[in-house]
């Protein structure tokens, strides 16, 4: 099962909209509404930001959103913080065979 | 509060094996899956497996099937990560997580991550 593909870097200014794609195939994330971005500040635990594609645990910030078209899911990021400087990972329940992969993660740089 | 607390750091060798464990407390523990992530240094996140600690299932990621073992003690609410053969590329910070949104072979996410446990296998 190969990774999902995302950016290696993004980048934005305090009070802009970011986006990170997460890229995969027909038999993970185009399949499964079952896509989770996970936040991991360096050191740190990785940290659940959204799970089922769209849907925020609670205490996560509404400033965080996903979506999904086709095989791409995608993480917004909007009123960026300072805090919000971080690496992010998507992951995509893989169903046939009930595997998880991940993306290579994204690190994201605020200006 | 639900928690997962993994034992500590381990420095082995080339050929060795060794065992992760991860003491899930603040929940019942039968009730979900876990599953074993590991992340070599300046590198991404990876899944290896997960377990069902009800009745021992289990299913592995192809890249560690022979290797790995995940078994797990219900009388004690820890589950084990065995990896055997140990190359120097092993070497990671190795996590246990959650399954939660039903059960594993239907899917779901990671919540909440054990703290990581690293592993340094040296030649």
């Known amino acids: 099962q190969s990774a999902l593909t995302q950016p290696a870097s993004v980048s934005g200014s305090p009070g802009q909209s970011i986006t990170i794609s997460c890229t995969g195939i027909?038999?993970?994330?185009?399949?499964?509404?079952?896509v989770s971005w996970y936040q991991q500040h360096p050191g740190k635990v990785p940290k659940l930001m959204i799970y089922?594609?769209?849907k925020r645990p609670s205490g996560v910030s509404n400033r965080f959103s996903g979506s999904k078209s086709g095989n791409t899911a995608s993480l917004t990021i909007s009123g960026l913080q300072a805090e919000d400087e971080s690496n992010y990972y998507c992951?995509?329940?893989?169903?046939?065979?009930?595997?998880?992969?991940f993306g290579g993660g994204t690190k994201l740089t605020v200006l | 509060q639900v928690q997962l607390v993994q034992s500590g750091a381990e420095v082995t060798k080339s050929g060795a094996s060794l065992k992760v464990s991860c003491k899930a407390s603040g929940y019942t523990f039968t009730a979900y899956y876990i599953h074993w992530v590991r992340q070599a240094p300046g590198q991404g996140l990876e899944w290896m497996g997960w377990?069902?600690?009800?009745?021992?299932?289990?299913n592995y990621a192809q890249k560690f099937q022979g290797r790995v073992a995940m078994t797990s003690d219900t009388s004690i609410g820890t589950t084990y990560m065995e990896l055997s053969r140990l190359r120097s590329d092993d070497t990671a910070v190795y996590y246990c997580a959650r399954n939660k949104g039903g059960t594993a072979p239907r899917g779901g996410w990671f919540d909440p991550w054990g703290q990581g446990t690293l592993v340094t296998v040296s030649s």
């Open positions: 992951c995509s329940y893989v169903g046939s065979n009930a595997y998880w992969v």
């Open positions: 027909s038999s993970d994330v185009g399949t499964y509404n079952l």
């Open positions: 377990i069902n600690p009800n009745n021992g299932g289990t």
């Open positions: 089922e594609g769209s």
